[in-house]
């Protein structure tokens, strides 16, 4: 099912290249990569301080394409439902840094631009800011142009593998409970 969702082509196959590896019990390093990506009891990534973060890689764990569309798309929803209800058009903000990785064709760009267009399409006007920003940049543009939302793609210190999504609510303050 992930690689029918996914839309990236390459995570996606290289997720049905280990299937097929693993459903040839020829490659044990494939079952244990496969475990790794899609654990069992269904886990998926989780919001942490302000965001998600984790190393850039396939499946429900990992920050890449799908993960981020499924997350933009639970942020557009809550946007709506708490501020959709005025007459003023709703807009929200992305940044994004360097990360990226190469092999996979995956990276912040391409999160920040996937953020966009799930805003969009949930009729959020989305500015994707130019260029590589600093994280500051985002509170700022949240509260200086009111949108409900804004969301940084970085994972900050942490390790180069790593990315991460960084969520400001309509106050440019990191996300919190109940968010």
Known sequence: KWCQDDP??????????????????????????????????????????AGLRSSMSPGPLGMNDLT???????????CLQKHGNSST????????????????????????????????????????????????????AVQKLGCVAGVMVTASHNPKVDDGYKVYAHDACQIRAPM
């Open 89 to 140: 058009k709703l807009n929200a903000v992305v940044g994004y840094d360097h990360r990226c990785n190469p092999d996979l064709q995956i990276s912040s760009l391409t999160f920040a631009l996937l953020t966009a267009l799930v805003f969009e399409e949930a009729g959020i006007e989305c500015i994707v800011l130019d260029g590589f920003v600093l994280t500051p940049l985002v509170p700022f």
């Open 8 to 49: 990236n082509p390459v995570t996606s196959k290289y997720v049905q290249d280990l299937l097929g590896k693993a459903g040839d019990q020829q490659s044990e390093t494939a079952i244990s990569e496969l475990h790794s990506l899609f654990p069992e009891d269904g886990q998926r990534i989780s919001f942490g301080t």
């Open 68 to 78: 981020v569309v499924q997350t933009a798309q639970g942020l557009a929803k809550y």
